[in-house]
Nanobody, 127 residues
Framework: QVQLVESGGGSVQAGGSLRLSCAVSESTYRRKCMGWFRQAPGKEREGVAAITSATGSTYYADSVNGRFTISQDNAKNTVYLQMNSLKPEDTAMYYC??????WGCGTWWLSRTYNYWGQGTQVTVSS
């Protein structure tokens, strides 16, 4: 069973920064795509960013492109989401997800792409 543990959430003022971490129990060679999603109360889960584990190729939602950066440290089996210039609309529960299938990040923005999910970490941005 693959385990994902997120950390780094918290409360910040608009314009601030946070870095989320996702520790993965599965080694890099089995992980094909790692993604970050978020879900605000009353809204659907939204794909935020993803990274192809083998090549490091990254993908972003338009709403966060230029403000968020996804990265990975394969030696630590950890994926990060650096969030800068945070806005109140970024407030949500953030989830890390892993795809171990051969399909990689082809449909990274879809929840069904991923096999495993973390428990989530809350990010709150105040104006």
């Amino acid at each position: 069973q693959v385990q994902l543990v997120e950390s780094g959430g918290g409360s910040v003022q608009a314009g601030g920064s946070l870095r989320l971490s996702c520790a993965v129990s599965e080694s890099t060679y089995r992980r094909k795509c790692m993604g970050w999603f978020r879900q605000a109360p009353g809204k659907e889960r939204e794909g935020v960013a993803a990274i192809t584990s083998a090549t490091g190729s990254t993908y972003y939602a338009d709403s966060v492109n230029g403000r968020f950066t996804i990265s990975q440290d394969n030696a630590k089996n950890t994926v990060y989401l650096q969030m800068n210039s945070l806005k109140p609309e970024d407030t949500a529960m953030y989830y890390c997800a892993a795809n171990l299938t051969p399909w990689g990040c082809g449909t990274w923005w879809l929840s069904r792409t991923y096999n495993y999910w973390g428990q989530g970490t809350q990010v709150t941005v105040s104006s």
